[in-house]
């Protein structure tokens, strides 16, 4: 089951990007002149039937980085059945479920992206098995713990986990 899903899309004409055209809630400070500076969209939170999805669009436009894009996350089983117990591990019908909120909240965004451009930058999955019997599982468990490559190693965790890489990766954690 996809747990989380990340997904990024540039806009279609960085060169006309104007962050206050998009019609969303920014934020910003003021100068010593009074005048609005360091204008920036923070991460907002745009409800669904059962879960929000986050938004945010990273607009380089004062570091004159080459692209602006927006990025859209949440748990696709959440956002289309209240839970992540269990749910798909279809990545096309858990990106376009996440999609379709935003397009539904934002569709004045979603005209000015460049559809081409859609990415996955983060995923977590997980998927679970069953034992022939508890002893089975057990062990089965125990040997995950114990499997090494290079650096990373198996660690001591709870009952019926097993850990790999240190207490504070949250990469190397399985």
Known sequence: MIDKLVLRCRFSDFDDFDLMSLDIPLEGSIDEDKRLDFIRHPWEKIPSHFAPLAFKVFDFTNNKEPDAYI?????????????????????????????????????????????????????????????????????????????????????????????????TSRIKKI
């Open 71 to 167: 990025e859209i996350k949440a748990s696709p089983a959440k956002v289309t059945q209240g839970q992540n117990v269990y749910g798909s591990d279809d990545l096309e019908s858990c990106a376009t479920s996440l999609m379709r909120v935003f397009f539904c909240h934002y569709p004045q965004v979603a005209d000015k992206l460049d559809m081409g451009t859609w990415e996955v930058a983060e995923i977590d999955i997980t998927y679970s098995s069953r034992a022939e019997s508890e002893l089975h599982a057990i062990r089965f468990i125990q040997a995950l713990g114990n499997v090494a490559n290079g650096q990373t190693k198996g660690r001591g965790g709870y009952t019926g986990t097993a850990y790999v890489g240190g207490k």
